[in-house]
């Protein structure tokens, strides 16, 4: 702009001089001159043309006129005497050019041109009268084929200024590269030049050329407006926005900063900014078309979505009706309120008015998409994607519509092809993760193990991050025995990735394989919780840990949700092989209804066990009919039968038959005979077969002939076998507390006590501390009582009540505190 | 009582007296019953309260009775005279204790509401009493039991708990002991007029204090239900109102006769039906052992949902 101005002003000084230069004095009469004369005059000519020139640049026209008087009196006596002097043609040219006397420029130099085509002054003076006298198509050829020089600095400049009207802004890079070469010090050309790159889109050399410019002229607002833009262009809204403020400072009411910075604001995500600097701006320009989109589209962002669809309808009565824009943004209206329906259709609709704007097509195959219907939604996409070949989005939204249609290959090649034209695109990458993870999970399941590798290793390379593609791949190592490739792929992971619930079962699945149990399980737990997709991983890993450490429970579930997930036979037999051992273990706890469960769930599948496994089970459920009939005293009887009977015969089955006489004591005490069950474990051949069971059930068997003792009055024979219990080591504090219990009743209340206040001070049994307290009560000291009974009160043991209720009569007779 | 009551009493037994008068004449055949009175406990102040109390049941009673039978009354100021003669009555009002001692079942009652309490003089609690005298109506052995189980919950046994426990005549009469000093304490029942000015410890146990009981079942058999529902026409005075049978409180009397808890409560045992013994392990190798994972085959994690949600 400036340099147009320059320009202007130069113009109108040659006009003046033009002006007092007058016509061209009549010629002289022609009269040859020798060659030494020609060269004296040409070289005073050129002096004259140079100091015109000087002088033209300080502006003192009426010197420089008389400069370029003597230099045309001088080239025209030449010509006068050779008419086919060159060199006095040229310089005539020039001073014609500048005394805008361009059709007699032309008149002269066009003879020259046609005997000398090849000659670049002739050229270039020919092409700048052609040029200026309004034959563009003629002078253009000339300038552009002279204008490489960079003393034809001119020449360059006109095309410069040529093609910026044309707006053709590549043509005339060249020329603008040129001229600040040529003409360094040509500070007033760089506003037009800086303009020039902005729009030929050369936003850093813009930024550059203008910020030269604005050193010397800083206060020049259109070099500034311009820098701004490219500022904004680039990229650099930050500092674009800091520009448009100040000029927004200065000039509060220009509606121009107030669009510019609006737009900067959108640019930042500062819509409530922005949706203020176009009100204001809409206040002066109430129909403009832009401005009511971005204004609607900035409160569509604000998430304002009925302001934004009157908005958006606004902009339509004002002469947006057939505004693509507003129909997109009406359709973005829709979808936000998940009317998609109505989203299809005003997508339809600005795609209809818009049809060669790919970023409409693409919206349309996305509210397809969105609307369930992906293969229409491919469409859109394969559309906006011919349409601009060349934006990375297009072709990843065609990734996502393929997903959707399970055509992995193309998706794969959709998102590479996205990445290839926009490697920083995260959502390419990821994409491409995607794909080659899902392509290798469905190589995998056809067991073909190498290419799934491939696709993983793959997807990893594309996306380290992609914590599925690591999970899969690490699992499929581990299944390959490459315990030591999956724990680098475990090392390798970024620590958000790590993070992610499958990476956590994958890493469970190989501390297990480790031999780190609990590690595992803990890192299973947290996957699970994490809703890892490897459930099958997590459950066997589950499985495996807490078979581990014997808890057959948790074993047994997690193999069975295993199986569920991924039957195969080794899960089959490793779910029988916890349920029975769960049930075995249930049988030990004495809980036939759960161990009858646990058992009938082994047998399901009783085809995986060991010989050895099989027999056990079998045998456990014989010993469950003992721990679970309603008639104990018939299954132990039979259970006895059974054992001495042939199919327990011989030396193989001698632990069996001890473990089974145990058993059947066992029937014998849930039948309430403790002599039956003494008989029953009198027969037990090797005590060690039934562990700690022997002598409990031998405990339980005195236990029970003590309470039968007790409950008929007896108490001294109670207190002789609870004795007899603990004088041979059984250290039970609740054989101890009936102990205590036989002698009170048999008046031993001393005794009592001594066994009883031990017992207390420990808290158990429970019963102990009652007891304490009815014998503290009993000889008098009230307080003693009132404090044991309040404690086995607060127990929560079954007779707490009473103890409350005693406790608090003794309260209120003594004042000891308030009954509780 | 007040005067007017007393002089009240005096008019009502003129009545009384006329009116045998009236149905000796009018019937020469109807039968006399005998009705004795003992209530140690009842809430009066002086014998002759209690004796117009009597009189007054045996008018009522016969003039309920319409000529059906007549009415003597027979008052027993003390145990003693109780225990001698009362076998000798047809129908006995008697102190539910008492009753209960003698294994009488009543036909009515009277129940004492609110209860039995412990009045004392100076001491502010139960605790204060330990090995002082305290008196108490003289009926049965069985009272202090009742007295240990109701009023003082069980947790003492006032044989023990006090150093002496006098038998007097009646409540005013334990209750005056109180106030002259001579014991600590009084049982009396809870609202005896007597007991006005004594700090009332503890109460508990609502009491039988009259039942009427059919002592000479041959005699009475053929009159027995003209009795019962004269009976039930008849008012008991300052004692209540009375009820059909023994009434719940008789019933509950009856089982708190017994030893008081603290003397004895059983002791608690441990274990029993829900401790059960070890079952014997069936294992016949030494652990378990469960095939390694299985991997072959096993879903992978699979991309789900793969763009933005919001485009």
Redesign the interface.
Known sequence: MVGLRTSSRLAALLGALVVSLGVFDAPPPVRAAAPGDVQRQLGEANDAMDSARTLIARGETRSAKKRLDEAGRIYRDILRSNAEQRDAAVGLSAVLFLEKRYPEGVTLMRPFHERLPDDADVSHQLGLHLYRSGEQELAVPLLESVASDPKRFDAMWLLLQHYYRQANWQAGLAHAERYLVARPDDVESLALIGTYFLKAEQFDRAIQTLDRFLEAHPGNVPARINRANALFRKGSFDLAGQEYERLLEEQPDKSRFLYNLASVRIKQDRCDEALLLLDRFLAKEDKNGPALYFRADCLLRLGRTDDARSAFEKAQTQGQTANPWVWYGLSRVA?RNKALDQAIEHAKKAQDLGPEEPELAA?LG?VYR?AGRPAEGLGWHDKAALLAGDVASYQIERG?DL?LLARLPEMLAAFEKARALDPTDA?AT??VA?AR??L??EA??K?ATADAEAHFVAALEADQGYA?AR??LI??L??AGRVPDAEAAVSAAPVEAAKHA?MLAATA?VR??KGDGEGAFALAASARAGH??????IA??E??AA?AK?S?EV?AKA?EEAWQ??P????E??KS??W??LG?ER????DPGGARDALGRARAGVTTLET??R??LE??LQ?LGV?SSNEPEQAAKALATALAGPRFAGGTWA??RD?GQ??VA?GW?RAGKAAEARKALERVRDRT??????D??A??AD?VEA?AA?AAGNFAAAEKVWAAMVQRGNA????A??L??AR??LGRSAD?EAVWRPLAERGA????I??LG??L??R?D?RGAWELFKRYGDSGAG?AAKARE?AG??A????FGGAP | MSRLTRSSFASVRALVVALFAVFTAADARAEELTVGVYLPLAPFQTNAERSAWGDRFAADLAAAANGAFTVKAQLFARREDALAFSGSVDVLVADGLFALERGLRPIAHVTASPAIGLYAADATRVGDLQGKPVAAAQAEPGDLAFYSNTVLGGELAAADFFSEVRALKDASAALAAVKSKSVAAAFAPVGHPAAAGLRLLRQGGAYPIAVVAVVRDARVAPIKDALVAAIAQCSAGALGTFGVGGGGAFERAAGARGTPRVKSAPALLSGGADAKPLAPPIRLKVKGRVPPPALSGVPLARPDVIEPQDP
């Open positions: 979808y919206w996305t969105k996502y997903w959502a990821r994409g995607a993870t899902a290798g999970a995998w399941k067991g599925l999970a899969d699992v499929l581990v299944a499958d699945l297990l394989v890892s997709s490897l459930g099958a991983v066997q890993v499985g495996q078979a014997s057959w074993a193999f997930l991924a195969a036979p080794p899960i037999a490793a092989q916890a029975l051992e075995l049988l030990g706890r004495g050895e496994d027999q056990t045998f456990a010993a721990l632990r069996v473990v145990g058993y066992y005490l077969a039934l562990g700690a069971a022997w409990s059930i405990s339980a236990d309470r007790y039970d504090p609740a054989v507390n009936n205590g219990a009170f009743m009592a049994p429970l019963e102990a009652y007891n009815n014998a009560g009993r008098g009230h007779d005693r009569v003794k209120e007779l003594f004042d």
